[in-house]
């Protein structure tokens, strides 16, 4: 079946230094979704992405789509303390609106 | 965006026994979401919820383990039967309007 794969699965990182992580798809995606869930908490929305090679930037984050649309990344700068959570890729299939999360990435930030 | 308002927030309930979980958006929405989260893990996609029709499970869902209800276009409900430890788990309902979707802020379910 259609899978969604991401990695790390943890990262713990100083306050200050950079966070990557990557998400990988068995087959091509429609567009990709990136979500935060903090501890306790519910997913957030952050951003879709829709063309290949797409690039956006939200402040310290940023998100790139793969050219082949079967991959995607989110790199976060000089991560804070408030980057704390588990971030989501999520994989949109054809025109169904159904939605294949990746198994996640939880941040952890040492102040 | 929606706003969804979910409840029961957390529950604890004897095996064998059923809750029924509801979600109610404040905008009329043509699809809803249900998800279970186990506990540290993803979202696995329950079934995808029309006003006017059965839903659409996916696999290794049923719709007698997981009756789920829409009776107008803000408003579902999802059941879980005849319930057993292995269904302890996080349920969050889901909308989208087009552009990332909004989730409710879950029912966190403790079967003993």
């Known amino acids: 079946g259609q899978q969604v794969m991401q990695i790390p699965q943890y990262q713990h990182v100083q306050e200050g230094e950079d966070f990557t992580t990557y998400c990988n798809s068995s087959t091509t995606l429609s567009n990709i979704q990136w979500y935060k869930q903090r501890p306790g908490g519910h997913p957030v929305f952050l951003i879709q992405l829709v063309k290949s090679g797409e690039v956006k930037k939200q402040k310290r984050l940023t998100f790139q789509f793969g050219e082949a649309k079967k991959n995607s990344s989110l790199h976060i700068t000089a991560t804070q303390t408030t980057d704390v959570g588990t971030y989501f890729c999520?994989?949109?299939?054809?025109?169904?609106?159904?939605?294949?999360f990746g198994s996640g990435t939880r941040l952890l930030v040492r102040p | 965006s929606a706003v969804i308002s979910q409840k029961p927030s957390r529950d604890i309930c004897q095996r064998g026994t059923s809750l029924t979980i509801q979600c109610q958006v404040d905008s009329q929405v043509t699809m809803m979401f249900w998800y279970r989260q186990q506990p540290g893990q993803s979202l696995t996609l329950i079934a995808t919820a029309n006003q006017g029709s059965e839903a659409t499970y996916e696999s290794g869902f049923v719709i007698d383990k997981f009756p789920i209800s829409r009776p107008n276009l803000t408003f579902s409900t999802l059941t879980v039967s005849n319930m057993s430890p292995e269904d302890s788990s996080i349920y969050l309902c889901?909308?989208?309007?087009?552009?990332?979707?909004?989730f409710g802020s879950g029912t966190r379910l403790t079967v003993v």
């Open positions: 999520a994989g949109g299939m054809d025109s169904s609106y159904k939605l294949i």
């Open positions: 889901s909308v989208t309007g087009g552009y990332g979707y909004t």
